[in-house]
């Protein structure tokens, strides 16, 4: 498999370059480099993409930690459509200069707003109209959202792609658990400065720290109309769709209600039909325009009344059975708002003889397990980057004796879930500290189960982030576990199955159930934990299933 040719520094290499680099890219040389003074005197390396003659033009701003002659192509295309392109190397990255860290120049940290300086040198151009855009995926995206979030109101648009607007749970410790492979592949083949992963680290908790870098206390210093496109399987998922609600919801004067989500059956490596093992029929592309990045400039940048006019807030993809053509589902969808509308939350509980079932089970029933942190289980695809991600096929999963897996009986009619999914669970531990993971599958006519979504949550922080409550060894608790939005049809003759279960590595650091801090010391133990459900526990999934939609549409 490709997937296994090529090393993790390659693969991510490889999305990045899917992200951000069009496909029309050529190596020719910017019209123009300067070096852009910021508020501290530190100089931003910065190309300029000009129309030939002398008018006044709109602007498209990129900024990028991955080398600026990396979106040559996005500003050569950009200069064909009437556009000035500005492309910047962020804070101490390639050209520019200033400290090699994370994100340090984005509008994040604080004293450090190079995106508003470059907004505030670019409008004193003669060559520009005063119309300003931004434009990127993934990193690129993110320098937008901290851009957006310093209050600035010389922002006209804003196209975003699988971005987070919110470090701590998108991006670094989902659930409290540091996103490992993730994290540490990409600090090492971006080649930040070596303390950048002990800076992150230092912070377990959602700290003052971790809070400069959050959209959600400052939604109404953003002022500006954005699309915001994600994938269902993207390592960002969630915080697409956030950052869409966020500005459309709580957003200030040109944001509210002035947004577009978009949302597909896709990884961190957007516009593509397959997302892992499975292959979604028309789900590389929406069959409106909405995907059109000219066109949504063309709007907002020139004025030109064109598909945006009348476009729906939201456009997505609700995934089906992909091995059959016939199969309901596997179709985009449009609503006004997200999550459309009705849904209704149904829990699903985990019973006994690991049955799934919709109605509350009354007997009590425990599941107790070994979560041995030196012999984990295996992340299997899902919302990673420098691994394999998307749907993958569980049973390696499924056979660890470190997971606990509960299915549903067989699906008599075609079952809709969109929206945000949750589990909560009663479970109880040996250890003063351990995880606890959820993972939602659909198991298929022949057996074969793939993932759809997951959570995952560290029992130290599961009455909030900022603080740590230890586990009484033995004592019965509650944990609740995000496990992010889905779209998805399951079909007829399929299943439903949830895993439970305490690690999943190298997706996510290892609880080595001892308490001490995060990597403290080298010392492991193993674990207890035990799964319980009845009337007292009523362990379940909360579905939001989908109510009054043909769903052989």
Known sequence: MLLKSITRRGLIALLLLLVVVPLSAQNLPPSQTLGIPMRDGKKMATDLYLPAGQGKFPVILVRTPYGKQGVAGFGIDGVKHGYAVVAQDTRGRAASEGENLPFI???????????????????KQPWCNGKIGTWGGSALGITQLGMAGTGTKLLSAQHIVVGAPNFYPYLTFPGGVFKKAMIEDWLTATKHEPNALQLWAAHTTFDSFWKQFDLNSRWNRVHAPAVHLGGWYDIFGQGTIDSFVGYQTKGGEGARGKQVLVMGPWTHGVMQNKAGELTFRNGNRPP?????????????LKGIQNDFAEMPA?????????????????????ANQWPPMPTKATPLYLAQEKRLSLVKPKQVANFPYTYDPASPTPTAGGPQLTIPSGAVEQSKVESHSGVVVFTSDVLTEPLEVTGRVRAKLWVSSTAPDTDFTVKLCDVYPDG??????????????????????????GEIVPVEIDLWSTSIIFNKGHRLRVQVASSSFPGYDPNPNTGAGFRANAEKRTAQNTLYTGSKYPSHILLPIMQGILIDD
């Not at 120049?105 to 409008?123: C, F, I, K, M, R």
């Not at 189960?449 to 900022?466: Q, T, W």
């Open 105 to 123: 120049g984005d509008g994040w940290w604080e004293g450090h707003q190079d995106g508003l300086d470059t907004l505030e040198w670019l409008v």
């Open 448 to 473: 074969k189960s793939y993932n759809i979504c997951e959570g995952v949550i560290r029992a130290r922080f599961r009455k909030g982030f900022e603080r740590e409550v230890f586990l009484t060894p």
């Open 288 to 300: 409106n325009k909405v995907a059109d990045t000219w066109l949504w400039f063309d709007y907002h």
């Open 314 to 334: 939201v456009t997505y993809y609700v995934m089906g059975d992909a091995s059959d053509s016939n199969a309901p589902g596997n179709v985009w969808r449009t």
